[in-house]
């Protein structure tokens, strides 16, 4: 009975911890703007299954790609034994799961398999961290923090992976002769003949106990370190997925406020109502003018740099990288956010996230390739974010570069970016001959 | 011997006053109209089009920028006004199918004109003359490109944006006995670096440009003609060829000029 008095309250303090910290990030995502109205159900859940649960875009890179699906799968399953302990945690029962029978023996076996497998994975995970030397993990955007998130992130694993294997062996050394012995142990019960033979029943005890609290006590410490790393993509990668822009990546989104606008100039008398009172600035230029989506995106984003490694850009040595887009936008909402709740929407710290985090220079040096948001195994969009910045460099600086206005006028004046007349139009067609 | 043959390009408007509709717009873009390179393109597809007897006009002088360097570029005005313009034009002929030799017109068209009521059947010129060529067998001597090894760069408007990767290779297997895949291709093809208005400024500074390591890992492959589907690639793979001094050895080839060589026109 202590046990589980004990256990309820530390599960109710970590539900409160946990429920604070996604309170405080949904209060953020109040200060952000309208993206899409969500349907199209059928076709989201098609893209959940084939982007996330068959982590189709992580086995673009086939090695690294194989070793983060196991984990990922391992995670899966091993999460449903998470959830028994739970139960059994509160309620006081044993393997309260195991009602289940075959398919319970199925999730515990894999999970035992998984465990294994996870803890190879984070071993060369750490081993490439560590000891190689890989561009992707070295971006100007990733601070300290974010490398020391890495490696915690990968030993709280690590410990989790460990302490579910001693579980599992005490737990077979203990119960295999008993009848109520519940679940298939494929590695453990190899491992527990290997480490556990001859240990007396009360040290077994003792062992499983402690594993049991060790895991369960991780778990809880994990899941409230996620909302402040870069592993937070843990909760939200999935409903990032879900939620994806489903229109063609080639496409720019209007602007729906300059359409009412430009309708009215083509067309003076259709025009309907005159545009909204409160002045609309275009573009962005701060955190709170993304759109929820944006906002989702760079709290989802793994800061893998798989999109940075593709980014022509990048690769050419400019000081574009669509990571650090995602990481400044995240990164100044933490630092906006609190402002704009506690002092309203006029809070100026003298900042904003164009200049003070992403210059232009970054912005301006995008080809709008989409290699980033193809290679995104999170189908995040970049372009989406750096388009809108330049919208407000151009549209509410007039800030171009010189090179770039001269082309804007030109399509102004002659219909085409280059300064030829409209009349030449059909020049290339003047003398023209074909063999027949 | 062969014969020369003069030919005049239909013009949507006097086909209109003559009561006439055809089925086709060809779109030539801007860079088609005043490019000096890519009129060679524009004029090899007017050669694909008038052998194969295709029922189609030019706007002419009535074409004007689809806007898709402003929207880039971040002036939306600019962009939505030329949107509603085109799209105007394209009411009064009454327009329904579109084929273009510019990746980035195609996506313009297929991609962003719904939003202002624009909705059409787009073609781009690859897959236009794929069709052609299925539908009419055996028009092309394929030994006439024997010679060159062809490389074919996926323009990042025609693959990845609208995962058109197929039809310009087949329209190369079809003319050509030998096609040689850049690393990276496809999905992973690394961009001209002229995108997204970057065709009409400075690069930003960095460790070189990325039209010079595209042309390669174009010429990585050993091949002797670089085929392009785009005119902003075609720019840029050409300065690449002169940055490399390969000009000389390599040729830079758009799929319209490969097939109107093979065609014999
Ligand atoms: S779209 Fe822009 S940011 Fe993304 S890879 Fe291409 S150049 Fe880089
Ligand atoms: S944006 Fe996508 S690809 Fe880029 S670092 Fe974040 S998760 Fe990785």
């Given at each position: 009975m202590m046990k589980q008095i004990i256990f309820a309250a530390i599960l109710l303090l970590t539900l409160i911890i946990l429920g604070y910290s996604f309170y405080r990030i949904y209060r953020f995502f109040k200060l952000t703007r309208p993206a899409f109205k969500i349907k199209d159900h059928a076709q989201r859940f098609n893209e959940l299954m084939r982007v996330a649960f068959g982590q189709s875009k992580i086995f673009r890179w086939p090695f690294t790609g194989l070793m983060h699906a196991l984990v990922f799968w391992g995670f899966l399953v091993i999460t449903i034994g998470s959830v028994e302990m739970v139960i059994d945690g509160v309620a006081g029962t044993h393997r309260a799961l195991g009602v289940l029978g075959a398919v319970y023996n199925v999730i515990i076996g894999s999970g035992d398999v998984f465990a294994v497998i996870v803890l190879l994975a984070i071993l060369i995970f750490l081993g490439r961290r560590l000891v190689m030397n890989i561009n992707r993990f070295n971006g100007i955007e990733l601070r300290k923090k974010s490398k020391q998130d890495a490696i915690l992130a990968l030993t709280l694993i690590f410990l989790l992976m460990v302490s579910l294997l001693g579980m599992n062996m005490a737990y077979v050394a203990l119960y295999e002769s008993k009848v109520w012995f519940e679940g298939v142990y494929p590695v453990s019960r190899w491992f527990s003949d290997l480490f556990l033979d001859g240990i007396p029943y009360d040290q077994l005890l003792i062992v499983h106990e402690v594993n049991w609290w060790t895991h369960i006590l991780l778990i809880f410490i994990f899941a409230n370190v996620l909302p402040y790393s870069k592993h937070f993509h843990v909760f939200t990668s999935l409903p990032n997925v879900y939620l994806s822009?489903?229109?063609?990546?080639g496409k720019m989104n209007t602007m729906e406020d300059v359409k009412t606008e430009v309708e009215m100039m083509m067309n003076p008398e259709a025009a309907?109502?005159?545009?909204?009172e409160e002045l609309a600035s275009f573009g962005v230029s701060d955190a709170e003018h993304i759109t929820w989506k944006n906002y989702l995106d760079s709290l989802s984003c793994t800061q893998c740099g798989r999109c940075t490694s593709v980014c022509p850009a990048n690769q050419t040595g400019k000081k574009l990288s669509p990571r650090k887009i995602m990481v400044d936008t995240r990164a100044r909402m933490k630092e906006r956010g609190p402002q704009l709740l506690d002092h309203?929407?006029?809070?100026?710290?003298?900042?904003?996230?164009?200049?003070?985090?992403?210059t232009a220079e970054e912005l301006w040096a995008c080809t709008t390739c989409n290699a980033c948001v193809i290679e995104c195994p999170i189908n995040i969009n970049q372009p989406e974010l750096i388009l809108e910045m330049r919208r407000y460099l151009v549209?509410?600086?007039?800030?171009?570069?010189g090179e770039l206005s001269t082309m804007l006028t030109n399509i102004e004046n002659n219909?085409?970016?280059?300064?030829?007349?409209?009349?030449?139009?059909?020049?290339?067609?003047?003398e023209l001959f074909m063999n027949v | 011997m062969t014969e020369q043959k003069k030919i005049d390009i239909p013009i949507m408007a006097d086909l209109h006053s003559k009561g006439k509709k055809p089925?086709?717009?060809?779109?030539?873009?801007c860079a088609g109209a005043y490019d000096d390179r890519y009129k060679k393109v524009t004029r090899a597809f007017a050669k694909i089009l008038t052998y194969f007897d295709v029922d189609y006009a030019v706007l002419g002088t009535e074409e004007t920028c689809t806007g898709d360097p402003a929207r880039r570029a971040g002036n939306e005005m600019l962009f939505q006004m030329q949107a509603m313009q085109v799209i105007e034009t394209f009411k009064n002929y009454d327009i329904k199918k579109i084929i273009t030799i510019c990746p980035h017109c195609f996506n313009t068209f297929k991609n962003e004109y719904p939003d202002f009521g624009g909705n059409y059947e787009v073609i781009h010129h690859t897959r236009f003359i794929n069709q052609l060529l299925e539908a009419h067998p055996g028009k092309v001597n394929a030994d006439i490109l024997k010679k060159y090894n062809i490389a074919y760069h996926d323009p990042c408007y025609l693959g990845r944006a609208n995962g058109e990767y197929d039809a310009p290779r087949e329209v190369i297997s079809k003319v050509a006995s030998k096609t040689l895949e850049i690393d990276p291709h496809k999905s992973n093809a690394l961009c001209c670096g002229a995108g997204g208005a970057q065709m009409f400024k400075e690069a930003e500074p960095g460790d070189r440009e990325v039209y010079d390591m595209r042309t390669e890992q174009a010429l990585a492959t050993g091949a002797d003609v670089v085929a392009t589907a785009c005119p902003f690639c075609m720019t840029m793979i050409t300065d690449g060829l002169k940055l490399q001094k390969k000009e000389d050895k390599v040729k830079n080839y758009d799929i319209a000029e490969l097939v109107a060589m093979a065609l014999g026109i």
């Open positions: 822009r489903l229109t063609p990546v309907q109502e005159p545009p909204a309203g929407k006029n809070a100026d710290d003298k900042k904003m996230l164009i200049e003070d985090f992403i549209l509410e600086q007039a800030k171009a570069p219909g085409a970016p280059w300064q030829y007349s409209p009349e030449d139009r059909m020049k290339w067609s003047e | 089925e086709y717009l060809f779109w030539v873009g």
